[in-house]
Each structure stands twice: as structure tokens, then as C-alpha cells.
């Protein structure tokens, strides 16, 4: 019986979002892809969410209004036990 390898709890990188990620297909221009890659040292995905995260309406408010739970979007990716999951 092999002793390593499989599973383990714990186990592998943790989640940087306490939400879970979705995959979905974008089209942009070339020249979004490549300053969006750069703000976030060649990671398009996260180059996205900052921005999402980051922008702002005509009136100067933030456009995307972080869930009560996400204070600090790193530190754990389960939302409190009071709260439910977004869908």
C-alpha cells in the first residue's frame, strides 16, 4: 500500500478569495489584455478583479460594492457561518 500521495486535508494552495472563482470567456482588445496582464504581473484574471474592485462611477463612488463579509477577501474563503454563500 502506497504511503504517499492522494488527498490530504489541508493540503495544496490555499484560495486567495473567499468566494468561489467562476471561468467565463471574455473578448478585449489586444492593448487592455497587455495593461491589465502588466497591473498585475501577468496575471489577466487578476488584473480584472482589481479593476472590477477599483472602479469607480461618474458620481466618484466605488461601482462594485464588496459583500459585508469580504473586509478582507484573503483571509479565509468560506464566508461567516452566519451569512449565507453568494450564489
Known sequence: MPTHGGTRPGAGRPDDYREPLRRVTVALPESYIEQLRRSA???LSEGIRRLVEEALT?????????????????ASNHPPKDRPSPP
Open 58 to 74: 461618474p458620481a466618484g463612488k466605488f461601482w462594485y460594492r464588496m459583500p459585508d463579509w469580504a473586509e478582507n477577501p484573503k
Open 41 to 43: 504581473n501577468g496575471n
